[in-house]
């Protein structure tokens, strides 16, 4: 019979190697705690700079890249064997409406599964319903804090909710002198809790009645704080070549970085003329403007379908005659979100019409009128953009890949943007290199955004870290069937905690948040 001080003794022992065995990863892959220090050996290394592949090995510890070569593993460290899959930094979308759900879905497959390791919201000028109500930036950085989520979170702040906070429904008129000096004071106060920049959405109500004398004595304020303007312009058919010189004119009078967000051209007729805005874009960078811009890999768009008419007369059949037949067709147009219509949904509005016996002309005005009246939230996919000017704009050096996407989202930006891209237009049809890819979804976008410290793979650097398969990564998402997630992606790393190993969540929620030019705690 064992002496009781000596049966002690190995139970204490036995504890002891059962919990350092659960911090470990087994054959298998499990992991159920992520240590401190890992070393990932045998990888193909993208910096993200847009350079050639390196094959070494990647050391970081308590969340920092601390070195990158070939090393040995040390004890107490742990070590995974990349077998020459491709390591890169966390991919960072832009111009992301993911956080809309992030208090409930804390570990979003939707961007897990992309390779998304950090969020950017705020953008087309509106706040999301993170921490809903809005209250302001820091208490929605409170609100994450509090029960942070397996990404990182960083905000612009957005003139759109200013202005419906400050006029609320009087708002097809400029603002006053005095409601423009409350909007800057919400601006300042959110600049000083870390906001990238000022963001605004100019083709949406209550923004599209702002003057750019408004917007450009707001940019200036972000400009005080060195932080950057992002917009979602004020056309992007009918006017969009002045809603381009608009934005320059900003940047110009204000001395502030400018950024088109999801640039395009979604209009039948202006097919082909990506090649003259990119011509205008590299004029105003060679005059000195600091001008980017974001985009995503399809040809559809999702919004009011109010944009469809600009001057926003419902009652206007010719302004309903153009754009069914200049801008989006009928059968272009799917209505995603219509309340108290569940019938709707997933239909066409040429599939609508014929449904109720129709001109689509008066269906398009009867609705428009109906969900003004009714104060009706409504929206639809409009496939109606070029695919060579997808291509063209993908490829000119300023732009960055987003999402403008949510989780589990009815259109697949939300959930393959990052995969279709490193799939469709690098594997399949050579429009960008893979290290070019990369670098369009992570030093670029943190340099556009004004981030440090993440984006690139190299010591001092987060350890946000995505092992992917080039060869199989591949997006499922369709306009038909958008909720399905992408496969491909082997691991993801949040600050060094693995948050994603073969398509399984783990337990880990590391992510931050990313304040204007500081990105570390």
């Known amino acids: 019979m064992i002496p009781r001080i000596r049966l002690t003794i190995l139970l204490i022992l036995f504890t002891l190697s059962l919990l350092s065995s659960c911090a470990e990863r087994n054959e298998q892959g499990e992991t159920s705690n992520s240590p401190s220090t890992w070393i990932i050996k045998n990888a193909l290394i993208y910096d993200g700079l847009g350079g050639d592949p390196i094959n070494a ?39 992301s409406h993911h956080d809309t759900k992030l208090m409930n879905d804390r570990a979003p497959k939707s ?31 409170a609100e994450f804090e509090k029960n942070p989520a397996a990404i990182n979170l960083a905000y612009f702040a957005p003139h759109d909710t200013y202005r419906e906070i400050v006029m609320k429904q009087d708002f097809k008129r400029p603002a006053t002198i005095n409601e423009l000096d409350q909007m800057k004071q919400m601006l300042r106060r959110d600049l000083e809790a870390g906001a990238l920049g000022l963001s605004t959405g100019l083709e949406y109500e209550p923004s599209l009645y702002s003057t750019i004398d408004e917007v450009i004595e707001l940019a200036k ?12 312009i004020r056309s992007e058919d009918i006017k969009v070549t002045e809603a381009i010189d608009e934005v320059l004119t900003i940047a110009r009078e204000a001395n502030i970085p400018a950024n088109i967000s999801h640039i395009k051209l979604a209009m039948y007729a202006l ?37 469809l008419m600009p001057a926003r007369d419902y009652t206007d059949r010719a302004a309903a005659e153009y754009a069914l037949g200049s801008i989006a067709s009928p059968a272009s147009i799917t209505i995603t979100d219509y309340d108290g219509e569940p019938t709707y949904i ?18 398009l005005m009867q609705l428009l009128q109906r969900a003004e009246r009714e104060n009706i939230e409504e929206r639809v996919i409009g496939r109606n953009i070029g695919k060579e000017d997808i291509q063209n704009f993908m490829q000119w050096p ?25 799939a469709l237009y690098v594997r399949d049809e050579n429009v960008l290199s893979l290290s070019e890819a990369i670098r369009k979804m992570t030093s670029l976008s943190a340099q556009n955004l004004g981030i440090s410290n993440r984006g ?66």
């Open 57 to 95: 090995d990647v050391r970081f510890k308590e969340g920092i890249i601390t070195g990158v070569g070939i090393f040995d593993a040390e004890p107490g460290e742990m070590a995974w064997d990349a077998n020459g899959l491709a390591l890169s930094p966390g991919f960072i979308d832009p111009h």
């Open 111 to 141: 961007a897990l599964a992309q390779g998304i390791t950090t969020i950017v919201s705020g953008l087309d000028g509106g706040a999301s319903t993170f921490g809903a109500p809005f209250v302001s930036i820091a208490n929605s950085f």
């Open 221 to 232: 304020v972000a400009a005080e704080y060195g932080g950057r303007y992002s917009s979602h």
């Open 271 to 307: 097919y082909g003329q990506s090649s003259d805005v990119i011509r205008k874009l590299n004029d105003a960078r060679n005059q000195g403007l600091n001008i980017t811009a974001d985009i995503y890999p399809y040809d559809g768009w999702k919004a009011p379908m109010a944009i």
């Open 346 to 363: 997933g239909k066409t509005l040429a599939e609508l019409a014929a449904e109720k016996n129709m001109d689509p002309v008066d269906l």
């Open 398 to 422: 300023y732009t960055a890949i987003t999402t403008d996407g949510g989780i589990d989202d009815n259109h697949p930006r939300g959930q393959g943007t990052f995969s279709r891209v490193l």
């Open 456 to 521: 690139t793979l190299k010591p001092g650097f987060a350890a946000d870290l995505v092992l992917f398969d080039p060869t199989t990564i591949q997006d499922h998402a369709t306009f038909e069937d958008s909720l399905q997630y992408s496969t491909g992606i082997e691991a993801v790393w949040v600050n060094g905690e693995l948050v994603m190993e073969k398509g399984n969540i783990t337990e880990a929620r590391p992510g931050q948040i990313i304040r204007r030019g500081n990105s570390l705690p």
